[in-house]
C-alpha cells in the first residue's frame, strides 16, 4: 500500500472479529510443529494488529511483525506486552512485495496467515514477495502460508462469509463480508461493520465499508511460485488444524521451507 493513500481497514475492527483466544489455542499446535520448541528469529508477515506476532513471542521467538495498514500496526504497538522478561516484538510498515528492503536477513522462520497473500494483486508482486521473503531467510527455514481456498471459492462462486456477531456496549456489532468473484481470477472484497440495537430506529447502522479488489489465488498458483522462489513445499493442508486439504476445504494451507 502507497503510504501516501488513505488506510483501507483503518476504520475495520478486524481485532473484534475473531474469538483470538480459542484461534490461538487452535492454531497452536501446528504453529509448534511447524516452527519448532527451540526459539527462532520469525517474521510474521501480514500481522495486522498482532495476535500471531504476540503469541508467539511469549513462547520465547524473536518476533517482527510486518503489514502494509497504519492503523492495524498502531493497534498491534498499543497491545504490545509491557513484561520486562519478554524481547519486545518489533513492528515494520511497508508492502510484501518490497519485503527485501523493509528486514534484514538471516530469520529462521516465517508466517503469513489470515488471507494476506491475496493483496498481492498479480504474479509479478507475488514473485517480488517470495523473492524477497527467500533473500531475508535462512537456508531450511520453515515458511507457514494461510489464505481462504479459493479453488472452492471461484469454482463455485461463493459471495459471503457466515456473518459474525459480537456484544458490544450498544447492542451488537455485526460483521458482514461479501465477495464478488471476477472471470480474471480477483475477487472484490467488501468487509463491513454494522451495529445491530433491536427495537431502536433504524435497528441496523452501518458503521464501516470498504472495498478491496483481492487475487484469488489458487493451490496451483502458490506452489509454482514457491518452486520458482527457491522454496521446497513440504505439506499441503485444508486448515490450520491440520486437516488434509481438498477442493471444498475451508482454507488453504501451504507448509514449506527455503531450499
Known sequence: MDRGAPDPYGRIHYRGLIAWPARLEREG???RRVLGEAPL???????GTG????????????MTGVDASPS????????????????????????????ADL???????ALCLGNTLPHLADGAALDRFLAGLASRLVPGAPVLLQLLNYDRILDRGERTFPVTLRPDADGETV???????????TVIFTPATLRYRPGAEPPLELLAAREVRLRGWRRAEL???????????RDVLGGMTDEPWSPVSQDLVLVAARD
Do not use: I, S
Open 29 to 31: 499446535p501446528l504453529l
Open 41 to 47: 528469529k520469525v517474521l510474521d508477515l501480514g500481522c
Open 51 to 62: 495476535e500471531h506476532t504476540r503469541y508467539l513471542q511469549a513462547q520465547g521467538h524473536r
Open 72 to 99: 492495524q500496526l498502531r493497534a498491534a504497538r498499543e497491545a504490545a506486552p509491557a513484561a520486562l522478561d519478554l524481547p519486545p516484538a518489533r513492528f515494520v510498515e511497508g508492502d510484501l512485495a518490497a519485503l
Open 103 to 109: 528486514v534484514e536477513p538471516g530469520f529462521a522462520g
Open 175 to 185: 460483521f458482514l463480508r461479501l465477495m464478488t468473484p471476477q472471470a480474471d481470477g
Open 223 to 233: 506452489e509454482a511460485a514457491l518452486v520458482r522462489a527457491g522454496f521446497a513445499v
